[in-house]
T-cell receptor
Framework: KQEVTQIPAALSVPEGENLVLNCSFT??????LQWFRQDPGKGLTSLLL?????REQTSGRLNASLDKSSGRSTLYIAASQPGDSATYLC????????????FGTGTLLAVQP | DTAVSQTPKYLVTQMGNDKSIKCEQN?????MYWYKQDSKKFLKIMFS???????INETVPNRFSPKSPDKAHLNLHINSLELGDSAVYFC???????????FGSGTRLTVV
C-alpha cells in the first residue's frame, strides 16, 4: 500500500531564504508526482508535475526533483517571500489499476517578513 | 471560465439531513474524483469515475452516493448526515495517466 510522507510538518523561515521541502513514498511504481499549494480555507493549486521518467521540473523560483528508485522528491523554493506562506502538498499518482492520487501529510510553510 | 467548479462553497446542515454537492469541469477530462479533507488537513480519495463509470470506491459508507450524469459532472449525495461527515470535500479531474489533477475550490460541510 502506497504511503506518502512529508518532512518537516511545519517550517518557518525569514524572507529571502532558500528552502527545501521533502516528500517520500513507499512504492516506486508511480505514474507521476505532483506538488500543490493550499492557502488557508482555499482549494489546491498545482505547482509542478513530474512524470515518472523525469528527474526534475522548474517553474519560476520553484524546482522539484524526483528520484523514483529511492522514493523521494524535493521541492526547492528560491528566495522565499511572505506570499509563499501556505501548506505544500506532495501527491503521487499510483501506478496500479486505479491510478489514485495519494497525498502526503503536507508541510506548513511560514515565511517571515 | 473556472476549470473545476463546485457548489455550494459552504454547507451547514443538521444531523440526519440529506444533502448534495455538485461538481462540473470544463476541461474535457475523462476522469473525475471526490476527495475528503479531514480536520487534520489530510486529503483522502473517496470516489473516482471514468467516463461515467465508477472506478474507485474507497470503503466509503453507503450513505455517500456519487452520480455522474456525463463525464463533465460528478455529484455527491450524502444521506443521513452525521457529525463525523463534517469536512471539506474536493472535486478533481484529470485527463490521462500522465496528466496531473485539477482541483475545485472545495465545499466546507458542517454538520450540527
Amino acid at each position: 500500500k502506497q504511503e506518502v510522507t512529508q518532512i518537516p510538518a511545519a517550517l518557518s523561515v525569514p524572507e529571502g531564504e532558500n528552502l527545501v521541502l521533502n516528500c517520500s513514498f513507499t512504492d516506486s511504481a508511480i505514474y507521476n508526482l505532483q506538488w500543490f499549494r493550499q492557502d488557508p480555507g482555499k482549494g489546491l493549486t498545482s505547482l509542478l508535475l513530474i512524470q515518472s521518467s523525469q528527474r526534475e521540473q522548474t517553474s519560476g523560483r520553484l524546482n522539484a526533483s524526483l528520484d523514483k528508485s529511492s522514493g523521494r522528491s524535493t521541492l526547492y523554493i528560491a528566495a522565499s517571500q511572505p506570499g509563499d506562506s501556505a501548506t505544500y502538498l506532495c501527491a503521487v499518482k499510483d501506478g496500479g489499476a486505479t491510478n489514485k492520487l495519494i497525498f502526503g501529510t503536507g508541510t506548513l510553510l511560514a515565511v517571515q517578513p | 471560465d473556472t476549470a473545476v467548479s463546485q457548489t455550494p462553497k459552504y454547507l451547514v446542515t443538521q444531523m440526519g439531513n440529506d444533502k448534495s454537492i455538485k461538481c462540473e469541469q470544463n476541461l474535457g477530462h475523462d476522469t473525475m474524483y471526490w476527495y475528503k479533507q479531514d480536520s487534520k488537513k489530510f486529503l483522502k480519495i473517496m470516489f473516482s469515475y471514468n467516463n461515467k463509470e465508477l472506478i474507485i470506491n474507497e470503503t466509503v459508507p453507503n450513505r455517500f452516493s456519487p452520480k455522474s450524469p456525463d463525464k463533465a459532472h460528478l455529484n455527491l449525495h450524502i444521506n443521513s448526515l452525521e457529525l463525523g461527515d463534517s469536512a471539506v470535500y474536493f472535486c478533481a479531474s484529470s485527463l490521462t495517466d500522465s496528466h496531473g489533477y485539477t482541483f475545485g475550490s472545495g465545499t466546507r460541510l458542517t454538520v450540527v
